[in-house]
C-alpha cells in the first residue's frame, strides 16, 4: 500500500487537473525541486553517519540518522 502525504495528493491532482502546457511544467518544476531538496537532505544524512563512525568508532547510529523513520 503506498502512503501518500497530503502535499504529494495535492501534487498529482495539480497534475491531472493541469490545463496547459505551463501549468504542467510547473508542477514538473515543483516535482525536481523537490527531489533535489531529498538527494540534498539524504546527502547530508550520509556525511554525518561517516562523521559519527570516524569520530567515535560507533555504528549504531544509523537508525538515528535514517531520515525515512522519522
Same mark, same amino acid.
Given at each position: 500500500m503506498e502512503m501518500m502525504t497530503p502535499a504529494? %495528493?495535492?501534487?498529482?491532482?495539480?497534475?491531472? +487537473?493541469?490545463?496547459s502546457a505551463s501549468q504542467l511544467a510547473m508542477c514538473l518544476f515543483m516535482?525536481?525541486?523537490c527531489v533535489?531538496?531529498?538527494?540534498?537532505?539524504? %546527502?547530508?544524512?550520509s556525511v554525518l553517519k561517516t +562523521?559519527?563512525?570516524?569520530?567515535?568508532?560507533?555504528?549504531?547510529?544509523?537508525?538515528?540518522?535514517?531520515v525515512h523513520h522519522v
Open positions: 504529494l %495528493k495535492i501534487w498529482r491532482n495539480a497534475v491531472v +487537473t493541469s490545463q516535482l525536481y525541486d533535489a531538496w531529498e538527494k540534498s537532505i539524504m %546527502k547530508v544524512v +562523521t559519527c563512525v570516524e569520530n567515535t568508532g560507533f555504528r549504531g547510529m544509523g537508525v538515528i540518522f535514517d
